[in-house]
């Protein structure tokens, strides 16, 4: 637990107050230990973790079993209150890591201490299903991803999603799917040599299995900074890792090229984040084919679907009017751009 030695603001009431005071009847601080007295859910909460801290041992051991005993509805229900101190937040999460109701409360308390969170990613069950899908607390809790790959609750399916490769697997490179857009690509798209020359003499096959094999051994943080500053062959690897932090850092690696921006637009298993990265840079939708892909899309947002629509070919156009694989909403409006165009004619 949190050092007790902290000083801890917290406000009291008048009846808690009368609880605690210096020279308060032992028989009424006893019975307030006990959860005994009809105090409001607040006053009992802070009346127990003042005791809890107090130098009475058998106020101190009452007020511990007290808030281990209280229902787990009644203790959720007043913890939502958000000046708790982090020091009460830690001991229930410490004391309960598998108390499901109050746990969902504690995870979204904005007074809960990071050491609070990596503990109960290293040790709670419950934890990992309730952290695993909490982006807030995973992006803002520098050690919590790690903490709960190391947690041996962790299923597979879990581990993945947190960025996890399960080095058992048999790893090769992944090709990229060519299309018929190939004829739009941006003129330095075609660039496939490794950047600076690295690699030279060596096996491209080799190169690629080694990377992956590194990349087993990365921690979240680490992949970030290679995706940020890798070469291409470690931005092909990252572009597809689960993790969007990851991915996503691959976007904003100066290196990359237009050619590799295109090939994450025209994939279809493109997360929408890095869908949504690339709407925002203009440099990238300067180019035809990115823009195209961007449309075709299913992840796009409409908005910019619709935005772009302008840019499209007549046979891009009818291909777009006829497509099954994005929203009615841009089918229809291609439809409705074929029509106008063919009246013109």
Known sequence: MTETSNKVRLKVSPDAARILTQGAPRDLQLMAARGALPLAGRDLLTVLFFMLHGRDPELRSQAQTTLQELPSNVLAGV?????????LLDYLARSRPEDRVLLEVLLQHPALADATLITLGERSATAVELLVHNQVRLENCPGLVEALLANPATDRASKFRLGWQDPAAVLEPTAV???????HLPVDAEQDQADDGEGEGEPEEEINQSKYQQALELGVSEKIKMALTGDKEWRTIF???????????????PRITEGEVLTIAKNKSSSEELIRLITL????????????????????????????LSILGEKDMKALAKSRGVSQVIVNAARRAVILKDKKK
């Open 177 to 183: 799917e060519e299309d018929d857009s190939a004829d």
């Open 239 to 253: 572009t597809k890792d689960p993790n969007k932090l990851v991915s996503s850092a691959v976007l904003k690696n």
């Open 281 to 308: 840079n203009r440099e990238w939708l300067k180019h035809y084919a990115i823009k195209k892909a961007l449309i075709f899309h299913p992840r796009t947002p409409i908005q910019n679907s619709l935005r772009y």
């Open 79 to 87: 913890m939502r209150e958000p000046d708790w101190p982090a020091q």
